[in-house]
């Protein structure tokens, strides 16, 4: 169909009634008898697509809406208005078209939607190439992105991203963006490039980098070059090096050519994502040499701000080398406005809200030190160094603190111990081991759990088994089975003991409704004020919080400060029927936590406790139904 056609099709279905071919003369500046020939070209193209009759002409909808159908099904052209946003940024910005822009009626005859639809369109993808500085335009039935190449391939980077929520580490969405691509090619010769001058990426960074690269190769191979640029680098340095040697071999391979701006870009897309320091083998001064005694200062202080503040111990050698390492980079992209995607972000928000909130509060620090706001995508990867340290830590906090009762007799308490700690050393940490009852009723430290080689006639107080001097499978078995007991009776113990202290019926509403997030705060805040349990800040301390990143989590909300310093704790519980916008979600419960100075140990505990038991679907409709306090206890301890 030509330029004509689609107009026609676009004027009558968005009139959706009978038209009269006079009617349409009229509005095409042709004559009747033309608007009969193209009618009749359009309906051996798509038979009956246009019905006649007396009154005139009109669209079938439903034969439309089959073709659109069929195309979809092909794969050829989306429906939905998310789809036909991402088709047409796609088109503009992969296929080959001269100064990134197409003729709109084009558009609309592979997108079989009206003009108004399609300009209703162009103004949503107009809103996001705003934030890059960019502008999509519509002069003379031409729709074209303006702005600079750079800003455009940002767009595109985002576009792709934000499309491959599920394809992260995945080059197959990639691979189907780019058929002409060599993939294969592009990743071998990064790794080997990067090998032959002993340059580092960790698997995300490098992931980032191949999608740059994509997207450069694909942008040169379209034409559009960035050609200017005032911005000077070392060419000495082994960054410049190395992308002078990738883009030479990318040149031969894909018959392109990279200009200096082009190589300059690609050395900072280095600098900024890698690093000459192999972290396993690296030593402290080596580390230091490349991101400077400052920086491992503030990062070393900063461990030390999150114990004192989360009861948490991030300040190993390892991490302090490998996050100084990841700031050096960090602060590199800001400066050059190269901030990383995550398409993990909400995953991880979603999955592990606690390590993600300590990389809220590292991300604020690092605010407050070098004055950038970080977005979502690079909490996250902060979150990334943290969580390895902290799931490591509470795997030991997890062991059993056990006394082994053995007898000695020949070598069997040397050879029994050790297969215990042998067998169990990821669940139970040995206190001690005792060869007589009479010894360890009388000096056993406090334990969870006894094993014994004895006959035990006394009364002990604490979970016991007994086992053979030979540990067989058997007694290896039942010791699984009471540590999987022992461990889910403290959690239900510890659990209902501070679920009762910190959830407070006077703390619990489900009789008002709230139409704004900074309604719910401000008025829950009050009421906590007023109840002495938080001072006045408060309130604005949790709006902080909410401005570097939303504490919603699906369906409900924690909203909180950062420094966990109230006057009490205590949690207060909102819940209602109509949901209201917190950030860019929708949510129905609020869990406001008032954490005082004195439990901040807790924070942890409570925090993922609300969530791990929210985030259970059965949970969540059952809390979203709850009458009564005693009812929403009752869920939280049985959780």
């Excluded at 990067?194 to 580092?200: A, G, L, N, R």
């Amino acid at each position: 169909m030509n330029e004509i056609s689609n107009k026609i099709i676009a004027f009558l279905e968005q009139h959706n009634n009978w038209t009269t071919s006079k009617e349409l003369s009229t509005e095409f500046q042709l004559s009747t008898r033309t608007i009969k020939k193209y009618i009749s070209d359009i309906n051996i193209s798509s038979p009956n697509l246009i019905e006649s009759s007396r009154q005139g002409y009109r669209i079938n909808s439903q034969i439309l809406n089959n073709l659109r159908t069929e195309l979809n099904q092909n794969n050829i052209i989306p429906q939905t208005p998310e789809e036909r946003l991402n088709y047409i940024l796609k088109t503009l910005l992969i296929k080959k078209h001269s100064q990134n822009q197409a003729n709109i009626y084009d558009f609309m005859n592979e997108l079989y939607v009206s003009e108004s639809t399609f300009r209703a369109d162009c103004q949503k993808i107009n809103n996001i190439c705003e934030k890059y500085n960019c502008s999509l335009q519509i002069s003379k039935d031409i729709v074209r992105i303006n702005g600079s190449e750079k800003n455009k391939r940002k767009i595109l980077n985002s576009y792709i991203v934000n499309e491959s929520q599920n394809h992260f580490g995945d080059e197959q969405f990639l691979k189907g963006l780019f058929p002409n691509l060599d993939f294969t090619f592009i990743k071998q010769t990064i790794q080997s490039t990067f090998e032959e001058h002993h340059y580092f990426m960790n698997d995300f960074s490098l992931s980032n980098f191949v999608r740059h690269v994509a997207i450069t190769i694909n942008r040169i191979q379209n034409g559009c070059k960035q050609n200017h640029t005032d911005q000077q680098i070392d060419t000495t340095s082994n960054e410049y090096k190395i992308a002078k040697d990738l883009s030479s071999k990318f040149e031969s391979f894909f018959d392109i050519f990279f200009t200096y701006t082009e190589i300059y870009e690609l050395a900072l897309l280095i600098i900024c994502r890698g690093n000459s320091i192999n972290t396993t083998k690296s030593t402290k001064s080596e580390v230091a040499s490349f991101v400077g005694d400052e920086l491992i200062d503030f990062v070393t202080q900063l461990c030390q701000k999150t114990k004192t503040l989360f009861a948490i111990y991030l300040d190993t050698p390892e991490f302090i080398d490998r996050f100084s390492i990841h700031l050096h980079n960090l602060l590199i992209r800001n400066d050059n406005d190269l901030l990383n995607n995550n398409p993990l972000k909400n995953k991880i928000k979603i999955q592990c809200p606690f390590i993600y909130e300590v990389a809220v509060y590292i991300a604020n620090q690092i605010k407050e030190q070098y004055n950038i706001s970080l977005n979502d995508d690079e909490i996250t990867y902060i979150s990334f160094h943290i969580g390895g340290i902290l799931e490591l830590q509470k795997s030991l906090q997890s062991k059993l603190p056990t006394i082994l009762l053995i007898p000695e007799y020949y070598n069997l308490k040397k050879s029994l111990s050790s297969k215990i700690q042998n067998l169990f050393q990821n669940d139970l940490i040995i206190l001690d081991i005792y060869t007589s009852i009479d010894n360890y009723l009388s000096y056993a430290p406090e334990h969870d759990l006894l094993l014994s080689s004895y006959s035990i006639n006394h009364f002990i107080d604490k979970p016991n088994l007994y086992i053979t001097p030979f540990l067989t499978q058997r007694d290896i078995n039942e010791i699984r089975n009471i540590i999987n007991v022992v461990r889910q009776r403290k959690k239900k113990e510890n659990r209902s003991s501070y679920i009762k202290k910190i959830f407070k019926k006077e703390f619990f509403s489900i009789d008002k409704t709230y139409f704004s997030q900074i309604e719910a705060i401000d008025d829950i805040c009050n009421i906590l004020y007023k109840n002495k349990y938080v001072t006045s800040s408060y309130v604005d301390e949790v709006k902080e919080r909410e401005a570097l990143s939303s504490t919603a989590f699906g369906n409900f909300a924690i909203p909180h400060s950062l420094h966990i310093n109230c006057l009490n704790t205590a949690i207060y519980v909102h819940i209602q029927e109509k949901p209201i916008k917190w950030g860019n979600q929708y949510i129905n419960i609020i869990f406001l936590l008032s954490i005082s100075d004195n439990d901040r140990a807790k924070f942890r505990e409570i925090f993922e406790h609300i969530t791990d038991t929210i985030n259970s679907d059965d949970n969540l409709s059952k809390i979203r139904k709850v009458k009564t306090y005693e009812d929403l206890i009752d869920i939280f301890i049985n959780a």
